[in-house]
């Protein structure tokens, strides 16, 4: 499993079909920082978010120490997840 990183994070409810949240981590390992921002559909338990990963510039290029993507994240059920060959973490308890 990788690094266990500290997360800060905010969540801004919406009226509208998705609310917008935003978390960033500091990978101490590499001298790095990531931010993830986007969309969370409540009625869908779906995340949509942009990521920017920056690392220390070696240059004067700023832009080769960026990195852009993006990540879909959805809900799975702990029994679909351990099936799956997903690690569960050993601090959950089935019920």
Excluded: N
Excluded at 45 to 68: F, H, K, N, V
Excluded at 80 to 93: F, K, L, N, Q, Y
């Amino acid at each position: 499993m990788g690094e266990k990183v500290p997360v800060t994070g905010f969540w801004h409810p919406s009226d509208l079909e998705a609310g917008v949240m935003g978390f960033v981590a500091a990978w101490r390992s590499a001298g790095s920082v990531s931010t993830w921002s986007g969309h969370y559909r409540v009625d869908r338990g779906t995340m949509t978010l942009t990521w920017i990963l920056t690392e220390p510039a070696r240059t004067c290029d700023e832009w080769q120490s960026t990195r852009i993507g993006h990540d879909a994240f959805g809900r799975l059920a702990l029994d679909d997840a351990h099936e799956g060959g997903a690690e569960v973490p050993s601090d959950r308890t089935r019920r």
